[in-house]
């Protein structure tokens, strides 16, 4: 029986007998040789049955290493509905995992300030430190840092104007080397130059 035959399966199973289909999709969502979305549908599917065992198996899914960034990212965000601590925790630690993709750490990030302030603080201030990521993220993360925690977000600004000093403290383009001269143009011929006359002598 294929992953898909399996989901079918357990989908009429739980017309019939809750427990056992629930049973069934967590096999399926537990299972690491079955198609990753196919895992991500069967704990959804699980989620209406046994809500606990459903945020378990979601949970699974979006810290393993192993299933592409988005579905990890889309079995996190399933969470908050079911279990506001785990789900924190969860996008904690998306957030810090510098093998993730930037972006998803950060949208990760943003899920935390209506789950944990402390714990979106700690991601943020994390993102923003973070020299390995898009300059772009660092900076919105240190202005979403600044309405959770300014002194913190003080202290990361202050650490990147001495790592990136203004171009005024320095030469422009020193970088660069000497910038070579461009060559004079030649001087234009002066006109002869004639003797004044003689004056004339009054004899």
Known sequence: MDDDDRVAAAELLSRLDRQAAADAFRDIAD?????????LEAAENLAALDPRSAVEALRRIATDEGVEDALRYEAAERLPGLDGQVAAQVFRD??????MEDALRYEAALHLPDLDERLAAEAFRDLAD????????????????????????????????????????RRPFAHAGPVPMPPLPPMPPQPPQRRPPRPQRPW
């Not at 299972?31 to 895992?39: H, S």
């Not at 898009?134 to 600044?146: H, K, N, P, S, V």
């Open 31 to 39: 299972d690491e040789g079955v198609e990753d979305a196919v895992r």
């Open 94 to 99: 998306m957030a810090a995992d510098e093998g």
């Open 130 to 169: 973070d020299e390995g990521i898009d300059e772009g993220l660092r900076m919105e993360a240190a202005e979403r840092l600044a309405e959770l925690d300014p002194l913190s977000a003080a202290e990361v600004f202050r650490r990147a104007r001495e790592v990136r000093p203004s171009p005024r403290g």
